[in-house]
């Protein structure tokens, strides 16, 4: 894993050092080209990127990628997809190893501003939690005072652990661990008092992964604001549009009341934001270089935002809450598709 | 002596162009990541280093260190976390090596046998299977710190670690013992479950190779060495102090050299099981900063200067040992 990240570093660094004056490099084109697009997708966190049994990649970042290859080819299965750790996933997405980055990844200034990358925009409204074991009659993140806490590297997690530890006065013992597997496995066998990540990896991991899902409790506290969202490198605003609009499809899909299920059957209709949204009407697949019925495909192959979210998020015990849509007292809003 | 004097000359000319090309192939390549990099607005520059870190680290041995301290004391309590195992993995493989190299040459049929397999298992399974299995051994099958084994006063074995009391600097001297405060022990001196794993599974792993090596070493020294210096009457001790290991180390520094190079590499599988070593502390600044290119030279920087340090004085020792005009 280390020397994946080493090796994935030392490419990009070669790429870099080797090539003359990279001129935005069209990477819808080269997709294209290649037929499918590349995906960079975590490790493996159930209901955000996982294999299952049949070693096919599920989740809801996982459908985001669909929905793109849908928009772009016109077929949701053109997508490939690329395990990366936390600590590999930038590296990949600079040094074009990937397309997209699709990894529940925290939006944030920095990342965005200093690390050659754009995001598209936010497919999870997440917070920072902690995890503990309910033996240990923990009421509040306050009384975490000495504890081992396992985190994982690389991460805004492992700053804002730092920050609240420090900012409460606390006595923090960290166990970073690259491989998220590595850091399950040290929290549950007991070298860690605490897990912390986001509440809805730790409602998953939970979930997924203890003996006993009752003897571990979330505790009250959400420390952190953590938007996740794709990402694309700099260099071809092309992509950028396309990859930016496929998620506001299906967020404005699922405002429409369009599914995959009744998506045919909508066809028909005379209100002219559906006309539009499905291509019957408008040039607006056009105006992204797309076939019109971009997203009438992402809806008929992957579905809407809140298809994908009770296929993989809902059965794990997630709630929508925040990411319920603006009109239903969430956040997720998308600009007019028009 | 004109034309020795040409060849001269020109195998300095030679030798300065291909000394200007190197260097105007490096001047070019790092211009060009530098421009690359600006072009893509991704930071680059060592400035980085004085920035206030904001991550904790694991354990520090030697240096106070927290989150707001700067990126360069994280790296500096990353090369020292790893300089420190590796130096202890060195010196216990060393002892150990050459008691099981001993062993192996060891008339007693039973102790030569035990150490052979030894050798052979140990040496032949990958060095992070080991990690792996020590830590999980560590974590997985000692008791909560609540629960720790207490095989001696003050000593106390858990998946927290190894707490042991330590030496207070008082007069007159006194014990610090570890006592369970909370959710860890506090006082004495505590290795971590991280630490214990990768100096095991390091010590035990080189070990087998230096077994091998002074093995190798002892075999070397003609029998007729042995049998002549008994006939002089010298103790059997004398022989093997003055006769047979100065000879014998002639052969195994130059091959110990390279296994403590490789010790100081391997240490960096600690990444594995979350020792927070160089390369561990140096890919999270990576990421925290997206510098990949200024991280990966620092840690080739950091384990160049070591291995040639190490390098140096292995060279400078195995000159005390070599024959007269042997050296090449």
């Known amino acids: 894993m280390m020397i994946k990240t080493t090796l994935s570093a030392a490419v990009f660094a070669l790429v870099l050092l080797g090539v003359t004056n990279v001129e935005g490099g069209p990477i819808s084109d080269a997709a294209l080209k290649r037929g499918f697009i590349q995906c960079g997708v975590n490790t493996g966190i159930a209901g955000f990127s996982q294999p299952d049994s049949h070693g096919e990649w599920r989740g809801i970042d996982v459908d985001f990628c669909r929905a793109v290859a849908a928009a772009l080819f016109g077929d949701a299965r053109k997508a490939r997809y690329t395990p990366l750790t936390a600590q590999q996933r930038f590296t990949a997405l600079q040094s074009g190893e990937v397309d997209i980055l699709s990894r529940n990844t925290t939006w944030t200034m920095s990342r965005d501003t200093g690390l050659g990358l754009n995001f598209v925009g936010i497919n999870f409204y997440d917070g920072q939690g902690f995890m503990v074991a309910k033996k240990r009659q923990v009421k509040s993140a306050k009384q975490l005072s000495g504890a081992t806490v396992c985190v994982q590297p690389g991460t805004t997690t492992e700053l804002n652990l730092a920050d609240y530890f420090r900012a409460n006065n606390l006595k923090l013992k960290p166990v970073v661990v690259e491989k998220i597997e590595e850091v399950l496995n040290a929290y549950f066998a007991g070298r860690c008092d605490v897990y912390t990540t986001d509440v809805s990896g730790l409602i998953v991991a939970r979930a997924s992964r203890a003996a006993n899902p009752a003897d571990h409790v979330i505790l009250p506290e959400v420390i952190s604001k953590e938007p996740f969202g794709p990402a694309v490198r700099h260099g071809d605003d092309h992509w950028f549009d396309v990859v930016k609009w496929s998620l506001f499809a299906t967020i404005e899909a699922e405002e429409l009341g369009l599914t995959s299920k009744n998506i045919d059957q909508q066809a028909n209709s005379t209100n002219p934001v559906i006309q539009r949204f499905i291509g019957a009407k408008g040039e607006l697949g056009k105006s992204l270089g797309l076939d019109n019925r971009w997203a009438y495909n992402i809806i008929k192959q992957v579905g809407n935002y809140g298809e994908s979210f009770d296929r993989h998020l809902t059965p794990l015990g997630l709630d929508r809450g925040m990411n319920k849509l603006w009109n239903r007292g969430g956040l997720l809003y998308a600009p007019p598709i028009r | ?328």
């Open chain 2, 1 to 328: 002596m004109g034309s020795l004097k040409s060849i001269r000359l020109r195998s300095i000319v030679y030798q300065a162009f291909l000394a200007a090309a190197l260097v105007l192939a490096a001047w070019y390549l790092i211009a060009n990541a530098v421009e690359n990099l600006g072009q893509r607005r991704i930071a680059s520059g060592f400035a980085f280093l004085a920035r206030e870190s904001g991550f904790e680290i694991g354990e520090s041995t030697f240096l106070s260190y927290n989150a707001a301290d700067t990126y360069l004391r994280a790296i500096a309590v990353g090369f020292l976390n790893t300089f420190w195992v590796a130096a202890l993995a060195i010196v216990f493989s060393t002892l150990l090596g050459t008691l099981i190299g001993l062993a192996r040459l060891s008339p007693n049929w039973l102790l030569a046998k035990l150490a052979a397999v030894y050798v052979e298992v140990i040496r032949n399974l990958p060095l992070v299977v080991q990690l792996f299995f020590w830590y999980a051994v560590i974590t997985e099958r000692l008791p909560a710190p609540a629960e720790a084994l207490n095989p001696l006063p003050g000593v106390f074995l858990s998946n927290r670690g190894f707490a042991f009391p330590s030496l207070v600097a008082a007069t007159p001297l006194a014990l610090d013992y570890p006592v369970l405060e909370g959710f860890n022990f506090s006082g004495g001196a505590l290795l971590s479950p991280e630490f214990v794993a990768l100096f095991f599974g390091l010590t035990l792993y080189t070990a087998a190779f230096i077994a091998e090596i002074v093995r190798a070493g002892i075999l070397a020294v003609a029998r007729g060495q042995f049998e002549a210096a008994s006939s002089l009457g010298h103790s059997q001790w004398q022989v093997r102090r003055f006769i047979i290991l100065p000879q014998a180390l002639r052969v195994i520094v130059p091959p110990l050299t390279s296994q403590y190079l490789n010790t100081i590499k391997n240490s960096s599988l600690a990444v594995a099981i979350g020792y927070p070593d160089l390369v561990s502390i140096a890919n999270t600044i990576i990421n925290q900063t997206g510098q990949a290119i200024e991280g990966i030279a620092i840690i080739m920087l950091v384990y160049l200067t070591i291995s040639l340090a190490i390098a140096g004085f292995m060279n400078w020792y195995n000159r005390r040992f070599a024959l007269k005009g042997a050296e090449l």
